[in-house]
């Protein structure tokens, strides 16, 4: 299993545009193939305390996953802020992460990282960390 995500330099710097637009958590999917993000799609929080906490538009999530089925891009996991912290996974994020195997980048200001939920995670006992390959 691949422990690298590659993402462009203009992907990433759309990840962090969007979520220092925002003083609560903003969240979006990671569209992709394997390990390689090749689009983003910021949704909308859906959570009653985005302040402290984010949860996708499962809406967004299930036209996403559609697209996906049709033959589109698949989504591989999503980003969200932590807009007055730092960038690694809290024990909420692992509470709510279900060990599948998805990517999650965490962006605190212009810090981004990615993750691995896991079943047996190094951090919180949910997520690995991965490599971040940004690409020109």
């Known amino acids: 299993m691949d422990m690298t995500l590659q993402i462009s330099r203009l992907l990433a710097a759309q990840i962090v545009s969007e979520t220092m637009r925002f003083p609560v958590e903003t969240c979006g999917l990671l569209l992709g193939k394997d390990s390689v993000v ?76 990615a993750w691995r939920a896991s079943s047996d995670g190094a951090v919180h006992g949910r997520f690995d960390p991965v490599a971040l390959a940004i690409a020109p």
Not at 93 to 105: I, L
């Open 38 to 113: 090749e689009a983003i799609e910021p949704c909308d929080n859906v959570h009653p305390e985005p302040a402290t906490h984010f949860e996708l538009d499962p809406a967004a999530l299930f036209r996403a996953l559609r697209r996906a089925r049709a033959g589109g891009l698949q989504v591989i996991g999503h980003y969200h802020s932590h807009p007055s912290g730092i960038a690694i996974p809290s024990a909420t994020d692992a509470a709510q992460a279900a060990p599948d195997g998805a990517f999650w980048m965490i962006v605190a200001g212009t810090d981004l990282t």
